[in-house]
């Protein structure tokens, strides 16, 4: 069967044949907040966590609170100031802080973390 990717930005869930691929928790809070708290849209606000995200090495799927926690911490500020966004510092001490409500339970499984399962690794 032929891959089709839908827009990731469209919505909350990419496709990829018949496997549905969601994005984090982490990801849909920090992306919703930034909608509602700032004068990103909806596509911009996604985009922008996204290249926050790859340059720290991780995926929208896979980011589990306390990686989005680092990352709105150190990489964030500066992609909402090149976008114009006011109040950067109270907007990311906000997000913070809510991220400490999230779950991290539907955090997909990186693999390292199926390689330690299945080689009995701690």
Do not use: H, N, Y
């Not at 680092?70 to 966004?85: C, D, F, I, K, N």
């Amino acid at each position: 069967m032929e891959a089709r990717p839908e827009d990731p930005d469209s919505g909350d869930v990419r496709m990829w044949g018949d496997a549905a691929l969601a994005d984090s928790q982490a990801f849909e809070f920090v992306c919703d907040q930034l909608e509602e708290k700032s004068s990103l849209d909806r596509l911009a606000a996604r985009g922008t966590v996204r290249i926050a995200l790859k340059q720290a090495g991780l995926e929208a799927r896979s980011v589990t609170p306390d990686q989005m926690s680092v990352v709105v911490e150190r990489l964030l500020p500066a992609e909402l100031t090149s976008r114009g966004v006011e109040g950067v510092d109270e907007l990311c001490s906000a997000l913070r802080d809510g991220l400490g409500s999230v779950s991290s339970a539907d955090a997909a499984e990186t693999p390292d973390a199926v390689f330690q399962r299945l080689g009995g690794g701690s």
